[in-house]
Structure formats: C-alpha cells, structure tokens
C-alpha cells in the first residue's frame, strides 16, 4: 500500500501559486494601465497589450527624429 500525499501537496502548491501570480499579473496590469496613455479606459488585456506596443513604436519614432534634428545642428 502506498500513500499518495504527495500529489496532494503539489495540489495545494499549485492553487497558492496561481491565486498569488495572478494578483501579481493584476498589480502589473494597473502599473502598465498607469503608464499607457489611454490604458485606464482599456477593459480588455490584449488591447492594453497592442496600445503598449503602439505607444512603444511612438516613442522609438520620437527618439529617431530628436536624435535626427540634434545632429543636424
């Protein structure tokens, strides 16, 4: 005969991981959310996702261009 406990405890350590993963995953959200223009209005992560990465396409053309006009001068 043997006892299975161990897949118990790997049961209850999975279920305490994800209940404190996903209110880390929450807390991030809300950072980004900060961060983002218009990421408080986003309801839905994906479009939070695709505004991060809108913003961050918008940031890299701005740093181009002031790199652009700084060695023009």
Not at 21 to 27: E, N, T, V
Not at 38 to 51: A, Y
Request: hydrophobic share 35%.
């Amino acid at each position: 005969m043997v006892k299975q406990t161990m897949g118990k405890k790997k049961n209850n350590k999975k279920g305490h991981e994800s209940g404190s993963g996903s209110g880390l995953l929450r807390m991030k959200v809300r950072k980004l959310q900060i961060l983002i223009p218009g990421g408080k209005r986003c309801n839905h992560p994906n479009l939070l996702l695709l505004k991060t990465v809108d913003y961050i396409v918008y940031l890299k053309l701005k740093l181009w261009l002031l790199k652009a006009l700084s060695n023009s001068f």
